[in-house]
């Protein structure tokens, strides 16, 4: 039996919930990485709150942009977990996992922002 992918709405709060653990973690006395924590906090949190106002969009413009928006996040979120690793601060292998999810969520969410611009809507967008 076929396993059914799993929501995408789902998966960005688990993803946003993992960050937060992540950053949970960061050492409290380093300024660079509280610095560099609160913003990954932000952009990964943000991935699925554009997600979800992207669901709800009223019109095919107001989902591409909405959708547009939870690509630039998780675009950003990539940019600060990759500084925390090169900075030292965070080892790359505790760091893997969460860059590995923010490649495959780049790929969804270029997909759905593709097939949204080519016509296709938001038929099965994430699932």
């Known amino acids: 039996m076929e396993q059914k992918p799993e929501d995408l709405k789902t ?10 653990r992540m950053y949970a973690a960061l050492p409290k ?3 660079v990485a509280q610095v560099l924590g609160r913003q990954v906090l ?9 997600y979800r106002e992207a669901s709800r969009g009223r019109s095919k413009a107001e989902f591409i942009s909405k959708i547009g928006d939870s690509l630039k996040e998780i675009e950003e979120t990539t940019y600060w977990l990759e500084l925390l690793v090169e900075s030292g601060i965070v080892p790359a292998a505790k760091m893997a996992d969460l860059l590995d999810e923010t490649d495959q969520l780049t790929a969804i969410f270029t997909t759905i ?15």
């Open 11 to 20: 998966r960005t709060k688990r993803f946003a919930l993992r960050v937060i």
């Open 29 to 31: 006395s380093d300024t």
């Open 42 to 50: 932000r952009s990964a949190t943000s991935v699925g709150a554009n």
């Open 113 to 127: 922002e593709k097939n949204a611009k080519a016509g296709g809507g938001m038929l099965n967008a994430g699932r």
